[in-house]
């Protein structure tokens, strides 16, 4: 019966086609030619498209036009062993459809692997199919029209070559290392990770102090008066994230969230309002907001709600800029018309993130009934001070590497984390003293331990004043790493069409590394990950290439093309491709676990 239906689709495609299909040609050829039965082929079905024509990519959502989609008819001797694949396409604003589309011109070629039965007999064969595709101009489309290709090759006596099984089905099914979802589980354990990792970046923490002293100040000795703008204020950052990077994305795209981060202009008001924090807690002035916004509230909601809310909406914005990775493939799915659990993944991801500012919110409600708190709550406050300085000084040189002012340098930057470091432990020590502090009669053991870390973290950072680099995770937040400032051994392109004729030219595969000069995460794994001795000789044996996607003279064009060819506008993301333009793997995210690093690169080699 199947055979039958086919015999009857090949026949109406067959008169479909006596007249040539317009704007389109379609051929197919197999390559090898010639094979052995178990051996892998890749079948090639080509499609030349007038000038100033178009159709439509494998992947193009629905909604608009149709997408390109290829067909095979049942056979005896060959089976499918992956997908079909096409390049990467061309993605477009379509004011007709009133979507973004994905678009192929001129010639293109789609690829899928065949595995030839294990006892096929040797002889002439051939392979039949249909493309069905919709094809367009600037002006008008044509409906979706089917055109029959046939490809013919040769299997000859002999038993299967390993060579030819293994190479050609490793390239059709790409492997995903790193962080990945598969399923609605997989997408909530992906953003519940995700969420949880988030918190251990450089704009979080520095939150930690603000909420602490608001809440402090609000809650009072008023417990449920403490539960109530904790959750008010949980709800604010799980609302606001979400309903941010919804916006972002439809307004500037899969790649806002990267386009954030690495905005000078953001990275300089979010560290001056780190500076505002540091004065306030260190008791210059207090922030209060707008008294018509306090007599507002007071008449409905309460001041504190109101302040709560503002509260998570700060937390929000000053997060974003590094939490940017962890959402990438999320904001990618909104963009292709994926609604439903991408909100879904944003939401438990921004829930995970606010559940412990919740508990920080609701705390502070205890310390402040605790009797006898003396002035440890205020000395606790300064040292707080002193770090958000410090994380100031890291988003000014976010600033500094977009635009390339050679003032917050990375000696600049260090040396002021190691001053900051020497005052801390001083202060915790009673040596300096701010005009609300009460006097240090004597000095603890506590004390005298929390100095000691203070005094440790600023020696460990002295000698990269010198040009001997201190460890990664601090190196990594240094505006140009000192470890790349060195001559590095391996050499990296820029051009991934240069990579690709090298690599064709060399027998070599192609590791692609879409990093950002803002990336704390990319910059962790080149000076901790790539330097070790067998993930350095792994990467040797590739053509490797750099795309900056966050700024540069081709970071747009870079980020377009991640987006658009992989789905993902997360940094840092890997990917292993084949000289002739095929994915093999890719990593996404950083990882501490060398061995699962090496394990993804061992895919393409």
Sequence with gaps: MKKSLWLLTSFVCAAAIAAPTPHVAVSAR??????????????IVTAVVDEHWHLYSLTQKPGGPEKTTLTLADNAVVEKAGAFTGPAPKRVRDTAFDMDVEQ????????????????AVAGAQK???????????????LPPMNAAFVAEFTIE????????????????APEKFGGQADGLGGLLLLAIISGLVSLLTPCVFPMIPITVSFFTKEASHDRKRALKLSVVYALAIIATFTLVGVVLTLLLGAGSANKVAASPIVNIAIGLLFVAFALSLFGVFDIHLPSSWVDAAQSRAGAGTVGAIFMGLVFTLTSFTCTAPFIGPLLVAITQGAWFWPLIGMSVFAATFASPFFLLALFPGWIAGLPKSGGWLNSTKVVMGFLELAAAMKFFSNAELI???????TPVVLASWVALSVLIGLYILGKIRLPHDTPVESVGGLRVMFSTMFFVLALVMLPGLVRIPPPGLIDSYLPVPIALQQEEKLAWGDDYQAALVKAKAEGRKVFIDFTGYTCTNCRWMEISMFPQPEV?????????VRLYTDGGPRGQQNQDFQVARFGDAALPLYVLMSADDKEIARFSGMTRDTKAFLDFLKRGL
């Design 104 to 119: 192929h011109e001129g010639k293109v070629e789609f690829t899928a692997p065949l595995a030839l039965k294990a006892g």
């Design 157 to 172: 006596p002999g038993a299967a070559r390993p060579e030819f099984v293994a190479a050609v089905a490793a390239a059709a």
């Design 127 to 141: 392979i039949e199919g249909k493309m069905r595709f919709m094809v367009c101009d600037a002006q008008s489309c």
């Design 30 to 43: 197999v390559e090898p030619a010639t094979a052995r039965a178990g051996e892998t082929v890749k079948l």
């Design 536 to 544: 350095g000789a792994a990467l040797g044996q590739f053509v490797r």
């Design 403 to 409: 635009w390339q002012w050679d003032v917050f340098t």
